[in-house]
């Protein structure tokens, strides 16, 4: 029996970093496959100016703008014009992408209730309402809103297990968890440094990335005689904070650079306030490298404790895991042999995919 060529719609508006990694990854893989796919997205100040290099020819790209924030007119017509676009594709899947993508997509989707249409599914990417350091209020009103949305019959997709769990304690019990993953071919192997050891991090510089924690801890770290460097570019207020902590910012560079600079490190930390699945630290992981982490939703799912990183609450957290990891070498080997072997079991874009067919029903 010949396989069944779907018609699947990627909708995302948070066309950047790991998302964008994601979705490109996801659609790429399904053109790979035979099946017709469309991204129907906006462009962020961080989408970077190649984005287009980064999906195959195959992949029909549609620009639609969508605003970030919450803007009832705005949104309005983001939603009538998704909705002609959906319309006028009359795609089998559509597959929506992070919060406002989301918030549209399953707005629009009640069009279709009652009648034959695609079938829809939602990957959050990191939840709105667990973004702590936007104060409670903020926070309650987002998770309101996921609320009254949570209603709409859509398969939520978990980039993670512990997402999952939220997302079945707060929203819905429909939810399915496919990981994300990274082409591991691709990520070359750390080098360890000889002399002066480097840590660092890989990503925009984002309230979400926590550029203060970083440069707290930097700052602490001084008498260990190490480097500190941050791999992108992004807030001023928080490159000025890093900077003035003695952190070397190497400004935007697109993934290829990002990942040859990541094997000049010899330990990951990431100080992310919240998290979906960071696919940062699983590239990290995979290179080879030991990974001192915050304890936030995502990041638990990849760092066991003593295995092959550590977790930590707060900045004393990280300057005593580090303090370790520094003075002892057999330690970060162990540790980032660890890392790569865990990375390589569980987040490969094989068992991705695999996931991913099966959560929308179709086979490979």
Not at 143 to 153: F, N
Not at 232 to 243: I, N, Q
Not at 323 to 352: C, E, I, P, W
Request: glycine content about 8%; charged content about 20%.
């Amino acid at each position: 029996m010949a396989k069944k060529i779907a018609k699947i719609v990627h909708v995302v508006e948070s066309f950047g970093a790991g998302t964008l990694s994601m979705v490109s990854a996801m659609a790429n893989a399904q053109a790979g496959d035979g099946h017709q796919i469309t991204v129907i997205h906006s462009v962020r100040e961080e989408t970077p100016e190649n984005w287009r290099d980064l999906f195959a020819s195959a992949v029909n790209c549609i620009h639609l703008p969508m605003q970030r924030s919450i803007h009832p007119l705005n949104d309005f017509r983001s939603a009538r014009a998704l909705y002609r676009w959906l319309k006028d594709l009359q795609p089998d899947i559509v597959h929506l992408h992070s919060s406002k993508a989301g918030a549209v997509g399953r707005l629009v989707s009640l069009a279709w209730t009652g009648k034959t249409g695609p079938r829809w599914f939602f990957s959050p990417h990191g939840l709105s309402f667990l973004q702590r350091a936007e104060g409670r209020v903020k926070n309650s009103v987002f998770l309101g809103i996921e609320k009254l949305l949570a209603g709409v019959p859509v398969t939520f997709l978990a980039c993670s297990p512990s997402e999952g769990e939220e997302i079945r304690q707060h929203l819905s019990p429909n939810v399915k968890v496919v990981n994300n993953a990274v082409d591991l071919a691709a990520i070359p192997a750390a080098i360890p440094n000889s002399n002066r050891l480097r840590i660092g991090t890989v990503g925009r510089v984002t309230l979400a990335r926590n550029p203060e924690l970083f440069a707290e801890i930097a700052a602490k770290c001084q008498p260990l005689g190490v480097d500190f460097v941050w791999i992108g570019g992004g807030d001023e207020s928080g490159e000025a904070a890093l900077k003035q902590a003695g952190v070397a910012v190497s400004g935007w560079c697109d993934r290829k650079q990002a990942l040859q600079q990541l094997a000049t490190l010899d330990i990951y930390i990431q100080t992310s306030r919240w998290e979906g699945l960071p696919v940062a630290v699983i590239e990290a992981m995979a290179a080879g490298l030991p990974v001192v982490a915050t304890n936030v939703v995502g990041n638990r799912d990849l760092i066991k404790n003593d295995e092959n990183g550590y977790l930590a609450e707060n900045a004393a957290d990280f300057v005593t895991r580090l303090t370790q990891l520094v003075n002892d070498a057999d330690l970060r080997r162990k540790l980032g042999a660890q890392a790569q072997q865990y990375a390589q079991a569980h987040y490969s874009l094989t068992q991705m995919m695999t996931e991913l067919y099966a959560a929308y029903g179709i086979s490979e």
